[in-house]
């Protein structure tokens, strides 16, 4: 059975840097893509963009200028960077396994981060 | 881009069948066959339910089926229970190799 757990700091000061990681269990990161989702309190939910295993990505266009996904699969890691963060990006973060349609049939337990100084 | 359009509620009575529609464009919904519906409940992550917009992962109840036509998707829950009342979200693969997600529906069983 596979299992994505994020992991990460729950409070980030306005202007820094947000880190997440998902480590992935249960299977190898090949031939999967894999992505960040996030749900602000309340809302919808909202794409963040995706890593293939061999590296490839794509972001969401209106945050493509602030995120980096990056992937370590001799570690079955994958990781979310999101630079100059404000309260708008306090959010509920998954990490989700998605096929080449971008379904996402696996979830993480999402790690709620909060922006505030 | 812009987030898919669903109705923000629906209701529905136990035993009854009710439909939550996804409007896209012809650079989503229209274009592709990856629509994908999830459903979460409070506290909870989401669920995929329906993917490639008919298909049913394992497990999941026959009760829930997808489809498309033009740039509009639909879910259909067929007997409805109690335990289905939760919130109910679309995605479709786009044009420019992203994702977008509808806005989601908040369905209440009566």
């Known amino acids: 059975q596979v299992q994505l757990q994020e992991s990460g700091p729950g409070l980030v000061k306005p202007s820094e840097t947000l880190s997440l990681t998902c480590t992935v269990s249960?299977?190898?990161?090949?031939?999967?893509?894999w992505s960040w989702i996030r749900q602000p309190p309340g809302k919808g939910l909202e794409w963040i963009g995706f890593i293939y295993y061999s590296g490839s990505t794509s972001y969401n266009p209106s945050l493509r200028s602030r995120v980096t996904i990056s992937i370590d699969t001799s570690k079955n890691q994958f990781s979310l960077k999101l630079t100059s963060v404000t309260a708008a990006d306090t959010a509920i973060y998954y990490c989700a396994r998605c096929t080449y349609g971008l379904d996402f049939h696996y979830w993480g337990q999402g790690s709620l981060v909060t922006v505030s100084s | 881009q812009s987030a898919l359009t669903q109705p923000a509620s629906v209701s529905g009575s136990p035993g009854q069948s009710i439909t939550i529609s996804c409007t896209g464009t012809?650079?989503?919904?229209?274009?592709?066959?990856?629509v994908s519906w999830y459903q979460q409940h409070p506290g909870e992550a989401p669920k995929l339910l329906i993917y490639?917009?008919?298909t049913r992962p394992s497990g999941v109840s026959n009760r829930f089926s997808g489809s498309k036509s033009g740039n509009t998707a639909s879910l259909t829950i067929s007997g409805l229970q109690a335990e289905d009342e939760a919130d109910y979200y679309c995605?479709?693969?786009?044009?420019?190799?992203?994702?977008?997600f509808g806005g989601g529906t908040m369905l209440t069983v009566l």
């Open positions: 249960g299977d190898s990161m090949s031939s999967y893509y």
């Open positions: 012809s650079s989503d919904v229209g274009d592709y066959n990856y």
């Open positions: 490639a917009v008919t």
């Open positions: 995605s479709s693969y786009t044009s420019s190799n992203t994702l977008v």
